[in-house]
T-cell receptor, first 114, second 111 residues
């Protein structure tokens, strides 16, 4: 059963901590994405990657960085966590753009920054 | 103006009812359209793609109206298990960020 796996379902961190969110997919997909989802705002794209070591900023990259050293793994890094980064973080992957992209999401990480 | 807009609801309907949601998009160059379903505190999952000719999957029918720039989702004979938030997704071929999500329409099916 193909899937996208996020390392943590719930995470509680303190302001100023460095936070790593890990995502692994087993479908050999080229594209991987990090979104955050907040009530009333929907899903907003933070960063995405079309290939190993390649990354592109999404709509809200400030305060975040990413790493893609291997095709199957895409990490989201909060360099210095702040309370406004409390959110649900969703990782997704998809095959190369064909004009008919479909995303497969991980189960999400609910991050609370205190 | 948002790229994709949905009525947030909630839509509360009795079992067996027919319910329809619309989603409007602002970019006439939009190429691909999808409906995703998201259960409470879970991840979104693809429900169905929306094709120009419209498509049907069991009790679910999706339609695209390019002239008026909206897509619709019709659910017939609603089940309790249909209770969820339905997200509209629109993609463009150009631009690095080519997927836009609506904020979702919440549906509750009541016994």
């Amino acid at each position: 059963d193909v899937k996208v796996t996020q390392s943590s379902r719930y995470l509680v961190k303190r302001t100023g901590e460095k936070v790593f969110l890990e995502c692994v997919q087993d479908m050999d997909h080229e594209n991987m994405f990090w979104y955050r989802q907040d009530p009333g705002l929907g899903l907003r794209l933070i960063y995405f990657s079309y290939d190993v070591k390649m990354k592109e900023k999404g709509d809200i990259p400030e305060g975040y960085s990413v790493s893609r050293e291997k095709k199957e793994r895409f990490s989201l890094i909060l360099e210095s966590a702040s309370t406004n980064q409390t959110s649900m973080y969703l990782c997704a992957s998809s095959p190369p753009r064909t004009g008919d992209e479909k995303l497969l999401f991980g189960s999400g990480t609910q991050l609370s920054v205190l | 103006r948002k790229e994709v807009e949905q009525d947030p609801g909630p839509f509360n309907v009795p079992e067996g009812a027919t319910v329809a949601f619309n989603c409007t998009y602002s970019n006439s160059a939009s190429q691909s359209f999808f409906w995703y379903r998201q259960d409470c505190r879970k991840e979104p999952k693809l429900l169905m793609s929306v094709y120009s000719s419209g498509n049907e999957d069991g009790r679910f029918t999706a339609q695209l109206n390019r002239a008026s720039q909206y897509i619709s989702l019709l659910i017939r004979d609603s089940k309790l298990s249909d209770s969820a938030t339905y997200l509209c997704v629109v993609t463009f071929l150009t631009g690095a960020n080519n997927l836009f999500f609506g904020t979702g329409t919440r549906l509750t099916v009541i016994p």
